[in-house]
């Protein structure tokens, strides 16, 4: 078995709260190296954020990695935040820009999260274990798909420790950015963020949004099955497990898995990889 992390947002309702109990559940059985909690840019899920991690720490005792966005945020909060996770036992963090809610516009004190890497290592020394986000398909804001790369290499010489990725469809977007960037010097871990495929028009959605691109043929093969969700699921699992194995074939260090707080999906893929 792969090694494998696992990504969760926090719930809000005691439903979602549910939810998420029964998802860990069922996807502890695959020993991930640790799971980590997504971050609402601006502040809107601060706190949700870190009572998750805790949670999933104390009571599922699994390895909890907080995302963490400077965007709209500032020094002080941010170094309560990292004394607060650091306090708590996590070892690992997931330090992004993030995105403001469309209409806020206040920046924060950091533009980038090279510079809030370069913060978590003055801050917080050696103590966290830092995960950056990487693009193998360019950001969707770069103005230069070369710059890209060039701004993902500062965040690993600001002190990333490793990064995962955006989800992607197209192994050698993947196999093509670790190239790059090797090429560039850099030489940590990159590890493939896997998006099960359950539901096409939220996939769809989603893509549009953070630029990922969905190739053809998967377009029309869903729009062919219409309705029929079984049939869906079962060539969304295929095209997913087909991506996991070129991208462990071909060296990638591990898989992230989007689970969007459900099990199915991820446990599916996971299956047939065994
Ligand atoms: P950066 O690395 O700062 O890059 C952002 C853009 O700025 C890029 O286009 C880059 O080329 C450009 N850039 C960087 N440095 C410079 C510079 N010096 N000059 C000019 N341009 C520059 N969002 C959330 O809100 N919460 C989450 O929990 C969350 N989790 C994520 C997890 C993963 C694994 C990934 C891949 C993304 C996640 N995101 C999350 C989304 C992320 O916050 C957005 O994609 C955001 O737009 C960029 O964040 P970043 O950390 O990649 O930013």
Same mark, same amino acid.
Request: overall charge negative; hydrophobic content about 25%.
């Given at each position: 078995m792969p090694a494998v992390s696992f990504e969760f947002f926090p719930p809000k309702t005691e439903e979602q709260r549910v939810q998420l109990d029964r998802t860990v559940t069922a996807l502890k059985s695959y020993q991930p190296d640790y799971v980590s909690v997504t971050f609402g840019a601006g502040g809107s899920t601060l706190s949700y954020t870190g009572e998750t991690a805790r949670h999933l720490h104390q009571q599922h005792k699994l390895s909890a990695a907080p995302h963490l966005s400077?965007?709209?945020?500032?020094r002080a909060e941010l170094a309560a935040l990292l004394d607060d996770y650091r306090a708590a036992g996590y070892r690992r963090i997931v330090a992004l820009r993030g995105d403001l809610p469309s209409g806020m516009a206040t920046p924060g004190d950091f533009r980038y999260a090279a510079e809030l890497v370069r913060f978590i290592r003055e801050h917080s020394g050696g103590h966290f274990h830092i995960e950056v986000a990487a693009y193998p398909e360019t950001?969707?804001?770069?103005?230069?798909a070369l710059r890209d790369l060039q701004h993902f290499k500062a965040k690993v010489d600001a002190g990333a420790d490793g990064a995962i990725t955006q989800? $992607? $469809?197209?192994a050698d977007a993947y196999f093509r950015f670790v190239d790059d960037v090797q090429r560039l010097g850099v030489n940590v871990p990159i590890v493939p963020g896997i998006m099960p495929i359950t539901n096409y028009s939220q996939l769809q959605r989603f893509s549009d949004m953070c630029g990922a691109e969905i190739p053809r043929w998967i377009t029309q093969r869903m729009r062919a099955h219409g309705d029929d969700a079984d049939a869906v699921r079962k060539l969304g699992t295929e095209v997913v497990t087909t991506l996991c194995r070129r991208l462990l074939d071909g060296g990638a260090p591990g898989l992230h898995f989007y689970t969007l707080n459900r099990a199915k999906a991820t446990e599916a893929v996971l299956k047939q990889l065994a």
């Open positions: 400077c965007v709209g945020g500032n950001h969707p804001q770069a103005d230069d989800y $992607f $469809f197209n």
